[in-house]
């Protein structure tokens, strides 16, 4: 894995995970598009990764993904719309923070926590049309 590396402006189409980050660290990933595959952003591990200003929309499952084994993720002012099943979610409360983000027209929804998914996670200002659970803002 590489630490620091920053990735914009670039499009991935018709792959199984369209922006994956996996054990890095503190990388940052601004102004991308996923479109068309299984997942659009996976940040599957590493800590203090943020994303801003991304777009996912009609990936098969899920728009962005925050796995368990990763830790202080930021995820900002991101879109995420029309994907097969979540638009944002997060499988782990490790003081992750979703703020600004705009996740609307997802399958089943539009935000969504595991649990306990509210204790350090902070969720703010978001714009969706559906969440799980209430805690989610």
């Given at each position: 894995?590489s630490?620091?590396?920053?990735?914009?402006?670039?499009?991935?189409k018709?792959?199984?995970?369209?922006?994956l980050?996996g054990?890095?660290?503190?990388?940052v990933?601004?102004?991308n598009?996923?479109?068309m595959?299984?997942?659009?952003?996976?940040v599957?591990?590493?800590?203090k990764?943020?994303?801003?200003?991304?777009?996912?929309?009609?990936?098969?499952?899920?728009?962005?993904?925050v796995h368990?084994?990763a830790?202080e993720?930021?995820l900002?002012?991101?879109?995420?719309?029309?994907?097969g099943?979540f638009g944002i979610v997060v499988?782990s409360?490790?003081?992750h923070?979703?703020?600004g983000n705009?996740a609307i027209?997802?399958?089943s929804?539009?935000?969504?926590?595991?649990?306990p998914?509210?204790?350090?996670?902070v969720?703010?200002?978001n714009?969706y049309?559906?969440?799980?659970?209430?805690?989610?803002q």
């Open positions: 894995a630490d620091g590396n920053r990735l914009t402006r670039n499009t991935a018709d792959s199984e995970v369209g922006f980050i054990t890095a660290h503190k990388n990933l601004t102004y598009v996923a479109t595959n299984n997942s659009g952003f996976f599957g591990g590493g800590t990764n943020r994303l801003f200003h991304n777009i996912a929309t009609q990936n098969e499952y899920k728009g962005f993904l368990c084994n830790a993720t930021t900002s002012k991101n879109e995420a719309h029309n994907n099943e499988w409360d490790a003081s923070k979703i703020i705009t027209n997802n399958t929804f539009d935000l969504h926590a595991s649990l998914g509210c204790i350090s996670n969720w703010k200002k714009t049309g559906t969440k799980d659970p209430d805690c989610i």
